[in-house]
């Protein structure tokens, strides 16, 4: 972690992912992540330093060695709790995978998000600590057993959402459906009667229980799959306005909001902590703007 911690703001660095999975490796000196909210389980481990943030209205610490283990879709935010700032590795897993890892149980809810190193399994941390290692076909499904396992061991209420509502069969096809339409092109506005069609399902069934399987609600995933195109026309050098009018949103204006909201970061923070280079103004300017 020390070349991540060497100066001052934000450092990323990402690692080889998979499908539905990422890996990150962030430091963080002197300066935050602002409240934001990520569309899928994040679990990671505090590497160094103490690592402070807000989740559900209480202000929680994590240690070296210590997991935090987060739900889709609740607001955090991210700060050192000494001067000297802090390093962490951490695993974004679509909750989608955990879902299907549990056979159509409900997503488990860890009411207390700061867990200790004896309550995880130690393959967990040998995934974080490989960053660069590719996850093949068989080491993708082994992490994501590993992660459900440990998701439905640690919540509050297994057999409970984090609504409060009853376990039951949820019609997962149907709604996989509707996750499918909305990631197949998630720069185009859906109607709620597309959804509707594609599902066989009324709206507000939707509505209900697209949180209940994949931890957010179709709205929200929809934003996060734009984002996802946004970030990679940022890393393949494209301007922020044009980035953000390829991805749908409405203006740069709109594009950076959304973007502070679910990283914690502007575009131009985020892009600059995994160069190393000076942070790219996210003023917009007149040409990034719809007819």
Known sequence: MEHLRAVPGHRLRFGRGAQGIERLEAALVGEAFSPHRHDT???????TGVQTFRYRGELRRCL??????????EEHDGAAGTDEGFGYRILYVDPYLVQEALGGRPLPFVADPVVGPEAMDPALAACLRHLDEP?????????????????????DAPARTRSGAAA????????????????????????????????????????????A?????????????????????LLSGLPLGEAALAAGFADQSHMTRMFRRAYGLTPGQWLAAQTGSPAVTDRPRRSARLP
């Open 41 to 47: 389980y994040a679990i990671g481990m505090t590497l």
């Open 168 to 211: 039951g069969p949820p019609p997962v096809a149907a709604l996989a459906r509707v996750r499918e339409l909305i990631a197949a092109d998630p720069a185009v506005r859906r109607t709620a009667a597309e959804l509707e069609q594609v599902s066989g399902l009324d709206r507000w069934t939707i509505a209900r229980q697209f949180r």
């Open 213 to 233: 399987v994949f931890g957010t609600s179709p709205t929200r995933f929809r934003t996060m799959r734009r984002l996802d195109l946004t970030r990679r026309a």
């Open 64 to 73: 070296p060695g210590e997991w935090h283990v987060l739900h889709p879709d």
């Open 135 to 155: 996850l093949e076909e068989l080491a993708w499904v082994e992490v994501v057993t590993l992660v459900a396992a440990a998701l439905e061991r640690l919540a």
